[in-house]
């Protein structure tokens, strides 16, 4: 007959991890989080290519030449990239910035914020398009959103420096 052991006992057969394991996984939990995240939302956001539509047959008499368009109305470049910049901050980046996981710094928080816009938009953007790992986490690149254009990006990081100014 087997005797019960206790779990953790020394005739249980199980390992306790020493504390230098246990500290190394309580330091990468937040960055396999944040990259599983990542990885989720990325597939969320792929679409299915609409189906080719057939080819309709040319008209046979020609059509008169349509009117040129009018002029869009003048609007400020920052108004609308902001628009565009808040929604891809709502839909994409928010997920991980709005709770600051894997050190995502939150829009708003200027300690944070500061020394990183101090190494310049170029930097900010390359490191959003890219990814970036750094001391105090990781970027996925395009937020983990493989269906994001470097401008939406851009957007979204413009969205948030303005924030945190």
């Known amino acids: 007959m087997m005797k019960a052991c206790r779990i953790g006992s020394p005739h ?36 299915e290519p609409a189906a080719p539509e057939e080819s309709a047959p ?9 009117p040129a368009p009018a002029p869009a109305p003048a609007v400020e470049p920052m108004a609308a990239g902001s628009d565009l910049g808040k929604k891809v901050y709502g839909n994409v980046c928010s997920m991980c910035h709005a709770v600051g996981a894997a050190g995502a710094p939150k829009p708003g928080d200027q300690a944070d914020w500061t020394p990183r816009i101090a190494q310049g938009m ?7 398009i890219e990814g970036f790992t750094g ?31």
């Not at 330091?27 to 792929?46: D, E």
């Not at 170029?122 to 959003?128: F, N």
Request: one cysteine or more; a neutral charge; aromatic letters at 6%.
């Open 122 to 128: 170029d930097v900010l953007y390359q490191h959003a």
């Open 12 to 47: 249980s057969g199980t390992l306790k991890p020493n504390p230098a394991q246990q500290e190394i996984f309580m330091k990468m939990t937040p960055f396999v989080l944040a990259f599983s995240l990542a990885v989720l939302l990325g597939a969320c956001g792929k679409q």
């Open 58 to 66: 040319a008209p046979a008499v020609p059509e008169a030449a349509a």
């Open 135 to 165: 001391a105090k986490g990781m970027m996925p690149a395009r937020g983990g959103s493989t269906t994001l254009s470097d401008d939406d990006v851009k957007a979204a990081v413009d969205y948030m420096v303005a924030q945190s100014k």
